[in-house]
């Protein structure tokens, strides 16, 4: 077991270097990176065909998705015509700094001014690796409940925005916005909340402000 | 990376071993066991609680909880009368024999008919780890919607059955109950497949028939 874990913080020792790697090239071609996770289903996909939309003439966006197998949500993000690169892991249950780096490769050429980086669907591994974002954002769709927060710890512990989703379902589930901020929160002070539904399109501006703002921030580096 | 590929397989046969030892003593308890695996928040706590209800003065059911964190599904579980162990994983994002070997120490003595083994919320790595389990069993949320069996092909190729849960919010979400199923079977033809809600009922019926029939077979073994 012991050996094991030695390995385990060798792998995680490997990464954070090439992650470092990534995060020079992407501060050299003037890229900002967020890397958005969520367990399977919050809506990620869904939420970048809008961001899409929303940025469309604003910014140049760029997307990079992760998944174990199928190129679904890169043909679905794809058709609002920004330039996207499917990663399939093959068993791996997160995307790693290596994994990333062929995306780099293919997409920083373009010039982009923002990469979002769709990672596995998959609320524990993916939070352990760096992949040189800016920033890490955690998605909780309000259907799976407000008690996540304290059983996956640590994804919202590295996050620095939690976006809450499909709030246009909140009628029909139980879900304490209050106890899943609180819970979150205990483990983040710092965390910043955003309410949001892909399908209404409440709260999508806020989280384009979000986008832009730290954009501009990752500017002035 | 070849090296850590080596490892992993080192992990795993170690864990099929342990596996082993665990389906003998299942086997010689004459208890049957269920794998419940799911994405976080698809809604196995709360059919837990509904199935202890529904199994209540008919067979003994025990429940063993992994969370990489906190009591709470176990807490939510014991308060209806079933014998349950909380496995804390700390940061594995999976249970393995090894983990679930303490539990069964605590619960086999208890003399169970059926061990319902809850595990952590994740749609990728409960799958490559055998707990000397008779049956895995996924469940999907209609919430998450019907691309999920393809993109998550291991978990729907290794269960024999796949709960698809929360059909009472069909009529609020786009989920196609005949892509899914078609998907998922592409993996597995044998795949058996009950929809239900653990809120409204509907599909308890055929679950705890389900449960009862795979206990039946287990002691004919």
Known sequence: MTEVIRIQEGVLADNDRAAEDLR?????????????MSGP?????????????ALQGRLRLGVAVGDIQTSRDADRIARHGVPV??????????????MVTPAADHLLPLGLDLLIVENVGNLVCPAEFEIGEDAKVVM????EGADKPAKYPLMFHVSRLMLVSKVDLLPHVDFSMEAAIADARALNPDLQVIALSAR????LDPWIDWLLGLRDKARGR
């Open 24 to 36: 020079l090239r992407f501060r050299e071609s003037g890229t900002c990176v967020v890397n958005l």
């Open 140 to 143: 909780l769709s309000v259907t």
């Open 200 to 203: 209404t399109g409440e709260g």
């Open 85 to 98: 690169v499917q990663i399939n892991t093959g068993d791996a249950c997160h995307l790693d700094a290596r």
């Open 41 to 53: 289903g919050a809506g990620k996909t869904t939420l970048l065909e809008r961001t899409a939309e």
